[in-house]
C-alpha cells in the first residue's frame, strides 16, 4: 500500500438541492471519498454563485471545499464516480504539494472555526471587502479570471467535439463572433 498524500477538491452541487438537503449533499460528497478509501481532513462550504455558463440548465452552484488524504491511484476513481452522480455538477482535484504550507493550515483553520457543515446556512453572507477600494479591484480580477477559464475550458471542449485542431474554428460553435471577420 502506498502512502496516502494530501489532496484538495473542489466540489461544485447544484444550490437548489445542497439547500433542500444540505446533510444529504454532503453525504454524497463523503460517500465518494469513501469509496476511494479517502480520509476527509477537513470540508467545509466555500460559497454560492452564479455560473458563468449554464451546467445541465442550472445558473447557481455552490461549492464546497474539501481536503482529503488518498492514494494518488484512487483520484481517477473519484472523478469517475463525480461524472456518474447526479448531484455532482463539476469537481476538481489537486494535489497539495505545491501549496504552501500556511494556505493549507489558514483553509483548514478557518474550516474548524466555521459552524460544523451539518445544517449550514442555505444562503452563505457576501464576504466583506477592504474599505480601501483594493478590494473592488482584485474582486473584479477574480472575476475576469473566472471568465478567462470558462473560456478557454469552453474553448476546450468545443475542440474536443468539432475535432478541429484549430481553437478558433471550434469557437465558431459556441456563438463567438469569428476573429477574421
Known amino acids: ?16 438541492l445542497a439547500a433542500a438537503d444540505w446533510d444529504g449533499t454532503l453525504a454524497v ?6 469509496r476511494a478509501d479517502a480520509e476527509v481532513v477537513a470540508m467545509r462550504k466555500w460559497g454560492e454563485r452564479k455560473l458563468a455558463y449554464d451546467i445541465d440548465h442550472k445558473t447557481r452552484g455552490t461549492y464546497i ?3 482529503f488524504n488518498a492514494d494518488g491511484r484512487r483520484i481517477a476513481g473519484i472523478e469517475k464516480d463525480v461524472q456518474l452522480s447526479e448531484k455532482v455538477m463539476r469537481v476538481l482535484i489537486l494535489t497539495t504539494e505545491k501549496r504552501p504550507p500556511e494556505m493549507i493550515e489558514q483553509d483548514t483553520a478557518s474550516a474548524a472555526k466555521e ?4 445544517g449550514a446556512p ?13 478590494g473592488e479591484e482584485s474582486a473584479e480580477a477574480s472575476e475576469a479570471a473566472e471568465g478567462a477559464v470558462v473560456t478557454e475550458h469552453a474553448e ?14 471550434a469557437a465558431e460553435g459556441l456563438g463567438q463572433p ?4
Not at 1 to 16: I, P, Q, V
Not at 115 to 118: A, C
Not at 122 to 134: D, I, S, W
Open 122 to 134: 442555505a444562503v452563505e453572507e457576501p464576504h466583506k471587502q477592504p474599505e480601501t477600494g483594493a
Open 65 to 67: 471545499l474539501c481536503y
Open 156 to 169: 476546450r471542449q468545443a475542440v474536443r467535439e468539432t475535432g478541429s485542431d484549430a481553437p478558433d474554428e
Open 1 to 16: 500500500m502506498t502512502a496516502k498524500r494530501l489532496y484538495e477538491g473542489m466540489f461544485l452541487m447544484d444550490s437548489a
Open 178 to 181: 469569428d476573429p477574421s471577420a
Open 29 to 34: 460528497i463523503e460517500n465518494i471519498l469513501k
Open 115 to 118: 459552524e460544523p457543515l451539518e
